[in-house]
């Protein structure tokens, strides 16, 4: 499926997504209060009141109602559209009542393996530093799977304060766009899904951004996980990025944050991937005396950097892609350093943060 795009087309599609969203997320917040999808204050919350968490459902309609006035059919489309569903469901149902990790994980799976096996979207090969590795079925599947799961989960991970994976997405999904742009590849099924994000998250940040009056939910983070995960492979199929290391740069930030949180349970002889805790990278920021829009605007700025630096390396701009890139690592090395991401300070009982 290959649409025809111009400035004018993006500008019409984001506002109509963002119209849509600007009108449904104050009907699903009033809905979420009427079916209990609440989420209360407790100690790892942030929040200090009841708040609805659906969200997520109300910028996956503004985003199917896009895609059916600007969209074309085509088997990959409907692979994602049926996948988004299901995603979709399995976190709603999480938002109403909480269901173990194991659940989540099997819908989780089904989402990616109707993207894999309907949509034949798949990861065959990958260039590094000039040498290509080959995967021949079934380790295209495996490859392909852990790659999806993973931004997925990094995604999920990354909504733990007002703004921020709605923002985050955002910003990767504008990266998307511009990147597509330039290349003369803005028609395709990754840039149209991206526009369209685009729209319904700013809809959804109006409401969101703090102080928020509604939380995107598992529903919502788990969708824009998928959405961000199907473009990231699909951009890299028809070559709006030369390199898988491209949605992966862009999506650095979230991605250190998980690997921060697995390395930080692992040192602490917790379960990494089952054992929640205050510590990420957001948190850190609070604990330092930002105010969460300070936080927001730092984190912001890091995704910002690393887009930008991506762009630059799309456009063979390598030199300043790898200064800004490595300017970029030595800040966040600072902020290792600096907080307890990784190691509590030197005295502190970590018996105490179970």
């Known amino acids: 499926m290959r649409l025809e795009v111009n400035s004018f087309h993006i500008i019409l599609m984001i506002f109509t997504t963002f119209l849509f969203s ?34 997520g459902v109300a910028v996956f309609f503004s985003f199917l109602l896009g895609y059916m006035i600007f969209g074309r059919g085509s088997t990959q489309m409907l692979a994602i559209l049926i996948s988004s569903f299901v995603i979709l469901f399995v976190g709603l149902i999480d938002d109403i009542k909480p269901i173990h990790a194991k659940y989540q994980l099997i819908g989780q799976s089904i989402a990616i393996l109707i993207i894999l096996i309907y949509g034949g979207l798949t990861i065959d090969n990958v260039t590094i530093l000039g040498t290509t ?60 899904i991206a526009i369209l994000m685009i729209g319904a998250l700013l809809g959804f940040l109006v409401y969101n951004f703090p102080p928020a009056k509604i939380y995107i939910g598992d529903s919502g983070s788990n969708f824009m996980g998928l959405m961000v995960a199907t473009t990231a492979l699909y951009g890299f199929k028809v070559a709006t990025f030369t390199s898988l ?6 999506l650095a930030t979230p991605i250190f944050d998980v690997l921060f949180s697995i390395a930080r349970r692992t040192l ?37 950097g690393f887009s930008f630096a991506t762009i630059l390396y799309s456009l063979n701009y390598l030199r300043y892609a790898f200064i800004l890139y490595l300017a970029l690592l030595v800040v966040l090395l600072f902020l290792v350093l600096k907080t307890e991401i990784l190691f509590p300070k030197k005295g502190k009982n970590l018996d105490e943060e179970k």
């Open 268 to 304: 602490q002889k917790k379960n990494p991937f089952t054992t929640p805790d205050k510590e990420h990278l957001h948190h850190q920021l609070l604990k330092m005396k930002f105010s969460t829009k300070e936080s927001l605007a730092v984190i912001y700025t890091l995704n910002i």
């Open 245 to 250: 290391l491209i949605p992966l740069a862009t």
């Open 22 to 55: 600007v009108i449904l997320v104050p009907i699903f917040k009033k809905i979420a209060f009427h079916i209990g999808a609440i989420d209360y204050p407790n100690a790892r919350r942030l929040n200090k009141v009841p708040m609805p968490t659906i969200g």
């Open 133 to 192: 590795l080959n995967f021949p079925m079934p380790l295209n599947y495996i490859v392909t799977y852990f790659f999806m799961l993973g931004i997925i989960n990094a995604i999920d991970l990354s909504d733990g304060m007002d703004g921020l994976s709605s923002g985050i997405s955002i910003i990767y999904f504008v990266t998307i766009v511009v990147i597509a742009m330039c290349l003369n590849l803005a028609g395709d099924i990754d840039t149209l």
